[in-house]
């Protein structure tokens, strides 16, 4: 089967409508959609505490742009946060980000929709109701799209990269070539992983043109390579150093392939199936694809002596085993490789469709109500816990405190109470405390995940060695102490 067949079925082109091919008038408005509807239930884009550590950096970029302050450490990745410091020099810090985060998975929908109509020259309304209805509603990517998080803007990345890729396929152009490395780079600077997922097509562009490109070529495709460079020679003393410091670099093993169980410098973790099962099956979580299934009994449509699908493939296993590697599984990082699984899977998509014979304006009704439903499920956990912590935050300011202990909810009580001393009890072991301070502590959550980790260790220090009187509550098992 080729890849350039014409295909057939449900959602076959029609005659050209102009409605279909204004971008602004579709894109747009689905962009002003999602952002309304966040803003609806006030969701602010913070969860869990990778998103305040955004926050606080994109606040720090924002100090540097306006008074020259250089920013401390960062544990992430930073072209994110840097674009965020730069937004926020015209909108609160958080929402400068969550707009980042909304319009990253817009513009890779269109993108996603575009890279279809090349790699597989089909029309642009199949390629546009399978980039809706399988990537921009895909649960976990819309979930993620409503944090203030790196995945999707590095995703957008990957997928430009990606496009500039199936169009030098078809010709050289030194306009691709540099947005090839641009977008590129810039992914990697987002989210480190994408390196793997670029590296084979990266390959594939040198030994195709190696011989075409010209010095001035490659000095066009340099200038927005060091432009887009910018952020880290100008905030880190030894950039370079960053990405092997990481622990996806420093913690990795071919040993974890086999283990569903961790103990590592984070903590303990139990999972129910092992590394590599959780690496390279993941897009079949109704999360990422409720379809999935489908795939078993329809797989000879992919062609896979094609160059493009062939790439797809090694990029997708390179990235599988830097995921089985790792001593801990989270459903956030097969995320940039989706896209990926979903380009290469596409045709079964379309052998399907043409198989089915009913109205398909029901069918797609009936699957976007589906993949609401399954985001509704997977995004309630996200809005209770950004929830608690603002309630957690807010009762907090019924009591004198200055000094504070406690583990987890540190970034957001920094980020809602910033005239607060927070100590976060994971930094070090503790051999006294303060007096007049305060520890807030959920020990039922974080007895067994961090058991002789400094948290669980700090705190029974604590409790060993001063008095604790209980001054708030809350249901889900945090308690609010003043320490004596």
């Not at 079949?284 to 790439?311: A, D, E, K, Q, W």
Request: aromatic share 18%; glycine share 4%; with cysteine.
């Amino acid at each position: 089967m080729k890849t350039n067949r014409s295909y057939s079925g449900i959602w076959k082109e029609p005659v050209p409508s102009k409605g279909w091919k204004k971008f602004p008038a579709f894109y747009f408005l689905t962009f002003l959609v999602l952002f309304l509807v966040i803003h609806l239930f006030q969701f602010n884009g913070l969860y869990g505490q990778d998103s305040y550590e955004y926050v606080r950096y994109a606040s720090e970029c924002r100090n540097f742009m306006l008074h020259g302050i250089q920013p401390g450490p960062l544990r992430l990745s930073l072209l994110f946060p840097a674009i965020g410091g730069l937004l926020a020099l015209i909108a609160p810090v958080q929402e400068a980000l969550q707009f980042i985060t909304l319009a990253s998975l817009v513009v890779s929908a269109y993108l996603f929709e575009k890279i279809i109509q090349v790699q597989f020259k089909t029309g642009m309304r199949q390629a546009r109701v399978y980039s809706f209805l399988f990537l921009l509603l895909s649960p976990f990517l819309l979930r993620i799209a409503f944090t203030d998080m790196s995945d999707m803007p590095a995703l957008c990345l990957l997928l430009a990269a990606w496009y500039a890729f199936v169009r030098l396929e078809e010709n050289y152009s030194v306009f691709f070539l540099s947005l090839f490395t641009a977008a590129s780079c810039s992914a990697v600077m987002t989210r480190y992983g994408a390196f793997l997922l670029l590296l084979p097509p990266g390959f594939r562009i040198i030994q195709k043109y190696i011989r075409r490109i010209s010095l001035r070529d490659i000095l066009l495709t340099v200038a927005p390579l060091f432009l887009f460079s910018l952020p880290y020679l100008l905030l880190h003393n030894n950039p370079f150093r960053l990405g092997l410091e990481h622990p996806w670099a420093t913690e990795w093993s071919p040993l974890n392939f086999l283990r569903s169980s961790f103990t590592n410098s984070n903590g303990n973790y139990h999972y129910t199936v092992q590394n590599i099962i959780y690496a390279f099956l993941s897009f079949f979580h109704p999360g990422f694809l409720f379809c999935g299934v489908l795939l078993v009994f329809y797989y000879r449509s992919i062609n896979l002596t094609n160059t493009l699908n062939r790439i797809l493939i090694i990029s997708l296993v390179l990235y599988a085993f830097l995921l089985a590697g790792i001593p801990f599984q989270n459903l956030r990082f097969p995320i940039l490789a989706f896209p990926f699984f979903l380009l290469l899977v596409f045709p079964v998509y379309m052998q399907v469709s043409s198989m089915i014979k009913f109205n398909p304006i029901w069918l797609t009704t009936g699957i976007v109500l589906i993949q609401l439903g399954l985001f509704t499920k997977a995004f309630i956990p996200f809005y209770n816990s950004n929830k608690q912590e603002r309630l957690i935050a807010m009762d907090c300011q019924a009591y004198p405190i200055h000094r504070l202990f406690t583990f987890s909810i540190s970034g957001a009580l920094a980020f809602y109470n910033p005239e607060y001393t927070i100590t976060d009890l994971w930094e070090h072991k503790l051999d006294s405390v303060p007096p007049n301070s305060y520890l807030l502590f959920n020990k039922d959550a974080f007895e067994k995940e961090y058991a002789g980790k400094n948290p669980m260790i700090n705190y029974d220090f604590i409790t060993k060695n001063y008095k604790l009187t209980t001054l708030k509550q809350w249901p889900d098992g945090w308690t609010l102490y003043e320490i004596r």
